[in-house]
Antibody, heavy 118, light 107 residues
Framework: QVNLLQSRAALVKPGASVKLSCKAS????????IHWVKQSHGKSLEWIGY????????NYNEKFKSKATLTVDKSTNTAYMELSRLTSEDSATYYC???????????WGQGVMVTVSS | DIQMTQSPSFLSASVGDRVTLSCKAS??????LAWYQQKLGEAPKLLIY???SLQTGIPSRFSGSGSGTDFTLTISSLQPEDVATYFC?????????FGAGTKLELK
């Protein structure tokens, strides 16, 4: 069965960086783009960007271009998102999800809460 | 960016009620609208894609309609397990954008 397993919650200091992981299983990793979505506490969802696991091509929401960096490791079927220069505005739950050619975001990771605090 | 406006923000309904949620796009998104259900503490779950296609495993009481700028999610007979927040997503153009959500509770 399809599963996207995300890394554990993170507590990070302002100004630092954090790298989140998303390990895929149950399907061919390179057949689906991996997208990342931000959900601030109690609020709506924001699309951050996606990566093509086959080519490494990325496409970012302009809002997150200087904040997020997406990478993949095909050898371990794992996608990563690094968030840099963290501020309190980056405190949120971050989800990875996959997109096939027809169905957007049919499977999601469990989400990882990032808390930025000194 | 395309703005997605959901209404109402909050809805209270009784078991067995027919419930209709609305999502409006600020410009034409053709049929590229999806609906998600998010329960407290969980990831969103895909219900409907391409405006009216039911995702595998989703009960048939859920249905979607619309095209262009106006879309609707209908629950034909509300069940207790449908208590959740519902989000729409446009996947017609970059950046993808979500609506602010409709929180559905039982009366």
């Amino acid at each position: 069965q399809v599963n996207l397993l995300q890394s554990r919650a993170a507590l990070v200091k302002p100004g630092a960086s954090v790298k989140l992981s998303c390990k895929a299983s149950g399907y061919t990793f390179t057949d689906y783009y991996i997208h990342w979505v931000k959900q601030s506490h109690g609020k709506s969802l924001e699309w951050i960007g996606y990566i093509n696991p086959n080519s490494g091509y990325t496409n970012y929401n302009e809002k997150f271009k200087s904040k997020a960096t997406l990478t993949v490791d095909k050898s371990t079927n794992t996608a990563y998102m690094e968030l840099s220069r963290l501020t309190s505005e980056d405190s949120a739950t971050y989800y990875c999800t996959r997109r096939g050619w027809e169905r957007p975001f049919d499977y999601w990771g469990q989400g990882v809460m990032v808390t930025v605090s000194s | 960016d395309i703005q997605m406006t959901q209404s109402p923000s909050f809805l209270s309904a009784s078991v067995g009620d027919r419930v209709t949620l609305s999502c409006k796009a600020s410009q034409n998104i053709n049929k590229y609208l999806a609906w998600y259900q998010q329960k407290l503490g969980e990831a969103p779950k895909l219900l409907i894609y391409n405006a009216n296609s039911l995702q595998t495993g989703i009960p048939s009481r859920f249905s979607g309609s619309g095209s262009g700028t106006d879309f609707t999610l209908t629950i034909s007979s509300l069940q207790p397990e449908d208590v959740a927040t519902y989000f729409c997503l446009q996947h017609n153009s970059w950046p993808y954008t979500f609506g602010a959500g409709t929180k559905l509770e039982l009366k």
